[in-house]
């Protein structure tokens, strides 16, 4: 996936170009409201996240232009949330609004549910369903599903479940999962699969399968 991100705001824009970067898209950013056009005709995004005032210049003015380019998927973020604001974008071409401030995994959730809609997979299972108790990964979605209702997943927090679940029963070390999700053949000193294995467990607590950490050893994912 191809995303431009578009924002005045330097420090908000590298981090969401950071953030959207480490979850596997491929991003590209825009701090200046003329160069924007330019960029989409050369890079040609997927989804573009659009801030809706770059000063004192409105990015509505611009969406009809920015339609002609294969029809890219956009989100406007603005500060402004009044109903005839939201109603205004949606009108001139936005395909979603987010209020500023924001979190950032509904903006990765919104960006993610906005490519499927521009790309839509035949076929709903297609055999490429795997399951363990009451949850379903289902492969060519990118979705997963506990007790049949759609839980939303960051790309590293999918493939993060997805190979835990091919591997359940089994004790995965740190190493391990760094080289599979992160492609690190090293460790970087932090303690990025701890903070994935929380957000994993928080977002599995309605299910009856569990991640269980064994110290010094790693991680086991198996049913309660």
Same mark, same amino acid.
């Given at each position: ?19 959207? !970067?480490?979850? &596997?898209? @491929? +991003? ?23 801030? #809706? ?29 009044? !109903?005839?604001? %939201?109603? @205004? ?9 987010? +209020? ?5 995994? @509904?903006?990765?959730? $919104? ?5 499927? $809609?521009?790309?839509? !997979? ?6 490429? !369903? ?47 999962? *760094? ?20 957000? *994993?467990? %928080? %977002? ?13 050893? &790693?991680? #086991?994912?198996?049913? %309660?």
């Amino acid at each position: 996936m191809k995303v431009i991100v578009a924002d005045d705001e330097n420090q908000l824009l590298m981090f969401l170009v950071r953030g959207l !970067t480490a979850e &596997g898209i @491929e +991003c590209k950013p825009v701090n200046i409201l003329s160069e924007l056009i330019s960029e989409i005709e050369t890079f040609q995004p997927d989804v573009i996240v659009l801030d #809706r005032m770059f000063g004192f210049d409105d990015s509505l003015s611009i969406l009809p232009k920015i339609k002609r380019f294969g029809n890219p998927m956009v989100i406007l973020l603005t500060a402004l949330d009044e !109903t005839d604001d %939201k109603i @205004e974008g949606l009108l001139k071409g936005a395909d979603d609004y987010l +209020c500023k401030p924001f979190d950032f995994d @509904e903006l990765l959730a $919104r960006i993610n549910a906005l490519f499927r $809609r521009k790309n839509p !997979t035949p076929g709903l299972y297609n055999n490429q !369903t795997i399951s363990i108790g009451d949850v379903n990964i289902l492969l060519n979605e990118r979705l997963v599903e506990i007790n049949e209702e759609e839980i939303s997943m960051s790309k590293i927090e999918f493939d993060l479940l997805h190979y835990l679940v091919k591997n359940q029963n089994k004790v995965l070390n740190r190493e391990r999962i *760094l080289s599979r999700i992160w492609q690190m053949n090293s460790d970087p000193q932090t303690n990025i699969v701890d903070v994935y294995i929380s957000k *994993l467990r %928080k %977002k599995l607590e309605q299910s009856d399968v569990f991640i269980q950490t064994l110290r010094g050893n &790693g991680y #086991r994912l198996s049913l %309660k």
